[in-house]
């Protein structure tokens, strides 16, 4: 009898520093939202497992970064991504704006055999926010940057009220799975969890600091 298969989807979470990264990893695999704001250090992850087209997928979802003095650590936080979101705040101009060096630095640093069609997807966050009359960026000026990326797939989501969230990843799932071959592992086999990532971080940031891994 042939052992069940499972597919394995690395995922990066990628923009400015308060757009919601975290926010938006919390929500949707345990439906938490903290109103308390936390850098992220370096990066970290959850897992998350759904069914897509009746194959069973599992999602490794990495919050990154968004500071300058992290970005260095890129190469090694996103080698092997099957998929990156790009995250930015509809109320903040200058979080879409820097979306063009966060899409080049990410290709950059990945290097995928054809960079033109690897997978990305757009979210667009905190739509929630002051009833929408905060809002800096048009849903239209966002869809226009999408099509020239390629017409990648866009959402607008709210972490906070868990709006359009169960939506976008599902979408990163299935886009990330009509894309380029992903990692396959057997049902009794642990997902290797990076942890090398962790020892790292640790030799940087200093032991106090966990990560996602729990070597």
């Known amino acids: 009898m042939t052992t069940p298969q499972r597919s394995l989807l690395k995922i990066i979470l990628l923009g400015d520093s308060g ?18 704001y936390k850098t992220t250090i370096g ?9 897509v087209d009746d194959k069973q997928v599992t999602l490794q979802i990495w919050d990154t970064a968004g500071q300058e003095r992290f970005q260095s650590l890129g190469i090694a936080f ?15 101009q200058k979080s879409f704006e820097t979306l063009q060096n966060w899409h080049e630095e990410f290709l950059k640093q990945v290097h995928p ?4 069609t690897f997978p990305f997807v757009l979210i667009g966050n905190m ?9 800096a960026v048009s849903e239209k000026t966002a869809r226009e940057w999408c099509i020239s990326k390629g017409n990648i797939p866009f959402f607008e989501t709210s972490a906070k009220e868990d709006y359009n969230v169960d939506a976008a990843f599902f979408s990163v799932a299935k886009t990330s799975l009509s894309s380029e071959p992903m990692n396959i592992w057997e049902m009794d086999e642990e997902i290797p969890l990076h942890c090398n990532l962790q020892r790292m971080s640790e030799s940087i940031f200093g032991t106090e600091h966990r990560g996602g891994c729990a070597c």
């Open 113 to 116: 055999a054809n960079p033109e």
């Open 19 to 36: 757009v919601g990264k975290t926010s938006l990893m919390n929500q949707y695999p345990s439906f938490l939202f903290r109103k308390q």
């Open 43 to 51: 990066a970290d992850f959850i897992t998350k497992e759904l069914l």
């Open 127 to 135: 739509v929630d926010v002051d009833g929408g009359n905060s809002r």
């Open 78 to 92: 996103y080698r092997g991504a099957d998929c990156c979101i790009l995250v930015y705040d509809v109320n903040v």
